[in-house]
């Protein structure tokens, strides 16, 4: 298979169910599919973990999603081209992940730039996440207004954490984006960390507890929609 | 130690272009010295155009995660990382 991105894997070590529950993590701007990658040996063996890089290279180990300029009070104006594109070929890339895992969604975990992304797929394709965890990101205006009005997120359970001296996606940012997505229905945990953009162990921990949280509250969800075929076709 | 290699001289051209005469040779021979503030002043953002730069030079492209993984704090540690990933693409030979 040709991927849409390129990317790294990591094989659930722990399997209850085939196929394993998948979970893709979204690196942000400047970063690379190896950040993420590497802070994640902790998550829950019972994922394969996969994490796509960015399309757009800046330089060895820095890729973005999308371009864009700092405002002093309206966060980052950005590059629409750019996101459009690269929303494509993320949208793509998860569905050619679903279709070779043969899972019927993907969890996402996304930090700055690629929680913004992650924010955008869930409601864009709603169909293809069983949930989100976004760790200062935001969900975009345009992405909103394509979705406002609409219950597209309907029970789907999403984290949130966000920096209280966050300098790139100001706190209110961060906020407004929590009760945009509860507002379309999704299931949402906040959390608001001491800190500014960045992501660390910290948060990451919460973050693989909650995904934990979700496989022991849910441990069908990747299989029952096989099972469902199945019984059908049988 | 050589200090006035050719590949040196690439690495300062690609890491300080217009500023380079600014510098003394004995700051550009002091492998110690600072790349960021109090030192030779390279911000993150002209780091990576610097090794954009020596992509065009040297004809061909770091690998994403020596490059992120480093520590690059000094001088000697610019120069050293470039060398290394120099000498790794020289063994790995040319490439399809």
């Known amino acids: 298979m040709s991927w849409a991105l390129h990317h790294v894997a990591r094989a659930a070590t722990h399997r209850e169910e085939a196929p394993a529950p998948v979970v893709i993590l979204l690196h942000g701007w400047g970063m690379y599919h190896g950040h993420l990658f590497g802070m994640t040996q902790h998550f829950d063996r019972r994922l394969d973990v996969v994490s796509p890089r960015a399309p757009v290279r800046m330089g060895p180990g820095a890729y973005r999603w999308f371009n864009f300029v700092r405002t002093p009070s309206d966060g980052p104006n950005i590059d629409h081209d750019e996101e459009v594109t690269s929303l494509a070929e993320l949208i793509r890339f998860i569905e050619q992940v679903i279709e070779d895992r043969a899972v019927p969604g993907v969890w996402l975990v996304g930090h700055s730039q690629g929680g913004t992304m992650a924010l955008s797929v869930c409601v864009r394709r709603p169909d293809l996440v069983l949930g989100c965890a976004n760790v200062n990101g935001r969900l975009l205006d345009k992405a909103w207004n394509t979705t406002q009005g609409r219950a597209a997120l309907n029970g789907k359970p999403f984290f949130n954490g966000h920096g209280l001296h966050n300098p790139i996606v100001p706190l209110p940012l961060g906020r407004s984006t929590c009760a945009r997505i509860e507002s379309l229905g999704a299931w949402i945990e906040t959390r608001e960390y001491p800190i500014g953009h960045e992501i660390n162990d910290e948060i990451l921990v919460d973050v693989s507890d909650w995904l934990s949280t979700q496989l022991d509250a849910h441990p069908k969800t990747s299989t029952s929609r096989l099972i469902d075929q199945a019984a059908t076709q049988g | 130690m050589n200090t006035n290699t050719p590949l040196r001289q690439s690495i300062l051209q690609a890491l300080l272009a217009d500023r380079l005469p600014s510098f003394s040779s004995a700051q550009l021979s ?35 995660g020596p490059v992120a993984n480093a520590k ?8 050293g990382l470039v060398e290394r990933e120099v000498a790794a693409h020289r063994n790995r030979g040319p490439q399809p």
Do not use: W
């Open chain 2, 72 to 79: 690059l704090t000094t001088l000697g540690d610019f120069i």
């Open chain 2, 30 to 64: 002091d492998d110690r010295i600072c790349l960021g503030a109090g030192g030779l002043e390279v911000g993150s953002m002209a780091l990576l155009q610097a090794f954009v730069n020596l992509e065009t030079i040297l004809g061909f492209t770091f690998d994403d």
